[in-house]
């Protein structure tokens, strides 16, 4: 038991400084604009196998429906 | 109908399920979706490249790119990709009366890479070149991946037009080859927008 509340312990002790972490050196930057345009260009990113696996898959099951459909009349 | 040693033949249809998405279809989607992909890591590192120049967008001494004329070329280009449509719609009902609207798309393509090709030619004379900043090197670097592309689906698009000419172009070959078309179309205005504005 004291293992753990010394894990915990440890653990909120290490979050306290989790603020400065978020700096990160690569895309952390004090103008605006750069910030936005990481963020933007993240959802950008993200965004885009998300959209086209969705479409594709929906494309699909829409034409083989049509099939099935064109089976049975 | 016979064969050659007199025994009548008979037409025997294909039980199996034909597939959703033609193969040929398929592999270019997924080759497409990788080079969306390519494209959204260009347009992406370029956007971030632009916020954060702190000397302003073109950068100071470097030209700015000709968007009127572009756009020009960009209604060309989206014709190009609206008559292959219809080319495709065409093949569809009768395989040869594709041929027209197919040689019409091919003309338009083939006009925005020789515009884009000119186009070039005067950036260079003014300075901009792929070492002469950010702003150069991104936009040969992006635009020339785009052009490439756009030879590379013409080099398809003339080789489907001659496979039609002799009446041996597949249904799915040609529906592949739009598919790379419609993409190359369908990605430009997002780099006129992004590059050029």
């Known amino acids: 038991m004291s293992a753990r509340l010394t894990a915990l312990a440890a653990f909120a002790a290490a979050s306290v400084p989790a603020q400065q972490a978020l ?3 690569v895309c952390f930057s004090g103008r ?42 | 109908m016979q064969s050659r040693t007199g025994v009548p033949l008979r037409v025997i249809s294909d039980p199996r399920p034909q597939p959703a998405l ?20 260009l347009i992406s590192a370029f956007s971030i490249a632009r916020a954060g120049s702190l000397l302003g967008w073109p950068p100071p001494g470097q ?15 989206l014709a190009s990709g609206a008559v292959l449509w219809l080319a495709g719609r065409a093949h569809a009902k009768e395989q040869r009366s594709a041929s ?26 003014q300075g901009l070149t792929l070492t002469s900043s950010q702003h150069g090197a991104f936009f040969y670097l992006i635009i020339g ?9 013409i080099a398809a698009l003339t080789w ?38």
């Open chain 2, 145 to 153: 991946i785009h052009a490439l592309h756009c030879v590379a689906a």
């Open chain 2, 22 to 41: 033609p193969s040929a279809v398929l592999g270019m989607s997924i080759f497409v979706f990788s080079e969306a992909m390519l494209f959204a890591g």
């Open chain 1, 32 to 73: 605006d604009e750069s910030r936005i345009a990481y963020l933007l260009t993240t959802i950008f990113m993200t965004a885009i196998p998300v959209i086209a696996l969705g479409v594709g898959i929906y494309w699909v099951v829409k034409k083989a429906t049509a099939g099935d459909g064109a089976k049975t009349h």
């Open chain 2, 160 to 197: 489907a037009y001659r496979r039609l000419a002799t009446g041996v172009l597949a249904a799915s070959t040609f529906q592949a080859v739009r598919v790379f078309w419609y993409f190359v179309v369908g990605l430009w205005p997002l780099i006129y927008w992004r590059v050029y504005w």
């Open chain 2, 63 to 77: 030209p700015r790119l000709p968007a009127e004329e572009t756009a020009i070329n960009t209604l060309a280009l």
């Open chain 1, 23 to 25: 700096a990160c050196a």
């Open chain 2, 100 to 125: 027209r609207p197919m040689l019409f798309a091919l003309c338009l393509a083939a006009f925005f890479v020789l515009f884009q090709g000119w186009e070039w030619t005067q950036l260079l004379a």
